[in-house]
């Protein structure tokens, strides 16, 4: 249902590279159109992690270290950008479980993205059997299972004037 | 005219199109995925792209996950792609897919149908259906995706969620609707309101609109074909 995520090591290389090459080809005005969502994120998933951080430092009576916390955020987050992830904060869900299940130390956090990355590893193989199986349920498909890719006619190299019906 | 549409397009795009079998993406949108799969970001993009996201939010819950935990302040806490940040990025998909302030050259096609629709006597919306039979070598041989449309108040609308984007983007393997013959066209006012021209020949489904041939389109990743009217009011220039 999700289509081809693309697991395993060499995806998280591929997209380490995709992304230099990516970053390389930003534009003055590709950055003047990022500056706001970019301001936006930094904002709210401040708030929201600090307030994860206030939330649990109720629960264990603890105090944490925010302008630490707001570093190693910005770290992961920069991090993240670099292998083409997804921009993420503190979430108050994913911790709750962590302190009720006794977490004390980061060794937690640590595990979560070890744990994460072990999962992504077999997705490739898991990919492979979803297609597979795809691939059978698909009536057309099925049909288009003798043709290789080098039996179809090569794309046009330029349509002009492709016209739409109104 | 319309800003021309560049569309990347390689054999191994047609194919991956294909391959990512995504059934009704509208049932995502009903439920509500775990965060760190933040596919909402590029589920705006088509379907096609949902796996592009899962693969974002896994990567972001990987990097996150150990570079925060190791330089945080809160020991206790945990890391990761969350939807609120899912959120931003997906009206900033958005923004960039429908030609916003942001878009390079991105055309809202729907957009562009209406303005050249301004002059005809009827509303009308691009929509049908790509068949695989009988329809044209290129249309027999590559995979397709049918779109259905229905309609409602006079007006066609696009059921399939591919078709209801009708946006094309720079990057983006959404659908590309080529219509060949009128299909059905309710509108107008009077008594003729809900008047529908049929191509002669074409076989008409008991709901008038639905699985019609005589509408054809193509997703952007199998390219264009050349089953097009010449005074279809919207032009756009592909290139691969």
Redesign the interface.
């Known amino acids: ?7 395993g090591m060499g ?2 290389i591929a ?1 380490f590279g995709e992304r230099w090459t990516a970053v390389a080809a930003v534009r003055f ?2 950055l ?3 500056v706001v ?1 970019a301001l ?2 930094s904002v ?2 401040s708030i ?2 600090l307030k ?2 206030v939330v ?1 430092d109720a629960l ?1 009576r ?1 105090r ?10 910005g ?6 950008a ?10 108050m869900g ?2 709750l ?3 009720n299940s006794g ?8 595990m ?3 744990f ?2 072990a ?2 590893v077999p ?1 490739r193989e898991l990919d492979r059997m ?2 597979h199986q ?2 059978r ?2 009536p ?2 099925r049909r ?1 299972s003798h ?1 290789r ?1 080098e039996h ?15 | 005219m319309p800003a021309p549409i560049h569309l990347p ?4 795009a ?3 199109s ?6 009704s993406p509208q ?2 949108s009903r439920s509500r995925p775990p ?5 909402q ?1 590029t589920e705006v993009l088509g ?5 592009f996201g ?29 939807a ?3 959120a ?2 997906s ?2 998909v958005a923004e ?1 897919a429908t030609g916003g ?2 878009a ?1 050259g991105p055309v809202s ?1 729907r957009a ?3 303005a ?2 301004a002059g ?1 006597p009827a509303r ?3 929509a ?1 259906s790509l068949r ?1 039979r009988g329809r044209g ?2 249309i027999n ?4 995706r049918r779109v259905r449309i229905s309609e409602r108040r006079g007006r066609a609308h696009l059921r399939e969620p591919g078709a209801e984007v009708l946006q094309l983007a720079q990057g983006c393997r959404v659908l ?7 299909l059905a066209m309710a509108g107008g006012r009077g008594r003729h309101r809900h008047r529908r021209r049929r191509p002669a020949g074409a076989a008409a489904h008991a709901r008038g609109a639905r699985d019609d041939p005589g ?1 054809l389109a193509a997703s952007s990743s199998i ?2 074909f ?1 089953l ?3 005074d ?9």
């Open positions: 249902m999700i289509g081809p995520v693309g697991g995806a998280v997209a005005a590709d003047a159109a990022l969502p936006t994120l709210l998933l929201d992690t994860t951080c649990v264990t603890s944490h270290n925010s302008n630490r916390e707001l570093i190693g955020q770290a992961g987050n920069f991090a993240s670099l292998i083409g992830g997804m921009p993420g904060s503190g979430t994913a911790t479980v962590n302190v977490g004390r130390t980061r060794l937690s956090g640590l979560e993205g070890v994460v990355l999962a992504f997705v979803g297609a795809r691939a349920r698909d057309l498909r288009l043709v890719l179809l006619p090569p794309a046009p190299a330029a349509v002009h004037d492709a016209r739409f019906f109104a | 397009c390689s054999r191994g047609m194919m991956s294909e391959t990512s079998g995504v059934d049932c995502w965060s760190p799969m933040a596919w970001s379907a096609d792209y949902v796996g899962v693969r974002a939010g896994l990567l972001g819950a990987i990097a996150i996950g150990l570079v925060t935990s190791a330089l945080g302040g809160a020991p206790r806490l945990i890391s990761a792609p969350c609120p940040a899912a931003v990025l009206a900033l960039l302030p942001g390079s096609t562009d149908c209406r050249a629709d005809r009308r919306l691009p049908g695989s070598r290129l041989t590559y995979p397709t590309v609707g080529l219509a060949r013959r009128p509408l390219s264009a050349g097009i009217r010449p279809s009011c919207t032009s756009i220039t592909t290139s691969w």
